[in-house]
């Protein structure tokens, strides 16, 4: 079994910073405290380029057709990205020529982005707009730059570039692609419509997934970010580390492994991968008990130290702390087994050398993922509220060092 194919859960009798204890009556994951008030961070949309291409780089065929755009096995059921990507979006941006393809050819009769506001770019006349005035989207003959500086203003989800090429390519120029995530069919088509075209300018991007299913492999890269401040250098902040140059700055851009730190408007994310979790892990405690928590858990969120796994523009989990004590970690049931737990853990490692949390006895795999990790069982004791046995597990990075 995968480390991160569990939430962890559980804290009661949780440390404070000060060194002692408080008894958590409420069996929630943090403990109570009287909070200050919180400064709402706002947080601006991503562009999120979500599009097929062939081995050779082609996304259409010279005549504009896609009906190549299947895996090497025809009859296989398709992977779950597109589910998982659309979730993350509530806009999306295309040109005329691609408008008219989903609208006379592809789905012809029915609007495939139902739910989307809609975007098609295009400088026809007003009678050729006239005739798809049926059609739920919104035309513009501004330039794709404009529209989208203006909507990533606005409150909302991501964005998603569902093209064509032209479309692309001046958001490219102009560095307003946020996220690429391209999906290389096994195909060599020779000749077609070429997603990237020549470009001066260099864009440098990171890595994030990597993914085959079906002879099609999923690449996902963001765009590097520079730090904004008084500096020019790169910043070379992979881990939450200062600019280069010392300028005291901390980067707030999304880390190499997609790992940052929480704000409020990730609370109803967290909250939603907080309650599944825990219903799922712990089928032997009643589901009330947790849901009777869920509203003091949402307080003393804004207490913790929390860092969030976002990839792609959707948080698939998270860690919470208390001071040296590791609240949980929770990753999403679609999201596991990639590793996702393993990298919150380290997170935590590297900003606290010793840490301590506890883990129900029952919840076998998160124990036998914490021992994995380099954690020991220090404690065993009855949970009062209940009537479970409970481990306490620590980490200390100079004993694991001297192993």
């Not at 040109?95 to 789905?107: A, D, F, K, M, R």
């Not at 996220?179 to 195909?187: D, N, R």
């Not at 208390?322 to 490692?349: C, D, H, M, P, T």
Request: overall charge negative; some cysteine.
């Amino acid at each position: 079994m995968k480390k991160d194919s569990f939430p962890f859960v559980k804290a009661q009798n949780i440390p404070c910073n000060q060194g002692r204890r408080l008894d958590s009556a409420d069996g929630s994951v943090f403990p109570a405290r009287k909070r200050a008030p919180v400064e709402r961070k706002e947080k601006m949309r991503k562009t999120a380029l979500y599009i097929g291409m062939s081995l050779d780089g082609y996304i259409a065929d010279p005549n504009g057709g896609v009906d190549w755009m299947t895996g090497q096995d025809e009859s296989a059921e398709n992977g779950d990205s597109y589910e998982n990507f659309i979730k993350t979006v509530d806009t999306v941006i295309m040109g005329w020529n691609t408008y008219h393809q989903i609208t006379t050819e592809l789905s012809a009769g029915e609007w495939v982005y139902e739910g989307l506001t809609s975007w098609v770019i295009t400088h026809r006349t007003a009678e050729e707009k006239m005739e798809a005035a049926e059609s739920p989207v919104l035309f513009t003959d501004r330039s794709p730059c404009d529209l989208v500086r203006n909507l990533k203003k606005e409150e909302g989800k991501n964005i998603w570039i569902c093209g064509g090429a032209d479309v692309v390519r001046q958001l490219m120029e102009e560095d307003l692609i946020d996220i690429y995530h391209i999906s290389i069919l096994p195909i060599l088509l020779g000749d077609g419509i070429r997603l990237f075209q020549t470009s001066e300018k260099e864009k440098k991007l990171r890595l994030i997934r990597a993914e085959s299913e079906n002879g099609i492999t999923e690449l996902v890269y963001l765009r590097r970010h520079f730090c904004r401040n008084v500096c020019a250098n790169a910043c070379r902040n992979v881990r939450g580390n200062v600019c280069a140059n010392a300028c005291g700055n901390i980067c707030e851009n999304v880390h190499e492994n997609g790992i940052r730190k929480f704000t409020t408007d990730d609370m109803e994310r967290v909250m939603e991968i907080w309650l599944n979790g825990n219903l799922e892990a712990h089928a032997f405690i009643p589901r009330k008990y947790w849901e009777s928590n869920a509203e003091a858990v949402k307080e003393q969120l804004l207490e913790a130290e929390v860092f969030v796994c976002e990839k792609e523009g959707r948080i698939e989990g998270f860690a919470g702390l208390q001071g040296n004590y590791l609240a949980g970690i929770f990753v999403e049931a679609g999201y596991r087994s990639k590793g996702i737990g393993r990298e919150l853990l380290n997170r935590v490692k590297e900003t606290h050398p010793v840490f301590s949390l506890h883990v129900y006895a029952e919840n076998e795999r998160a124990v036998s993922f914490y021992r994995r990790e380099g954690l020991k069982v220090v404690s065993r004791e009855m949970e009062k509220d209940t009537g479970r046995e409970e481990y306490t597990m620590e980490w200390r990075a100079s004993a694991a060092g001297a192993e």
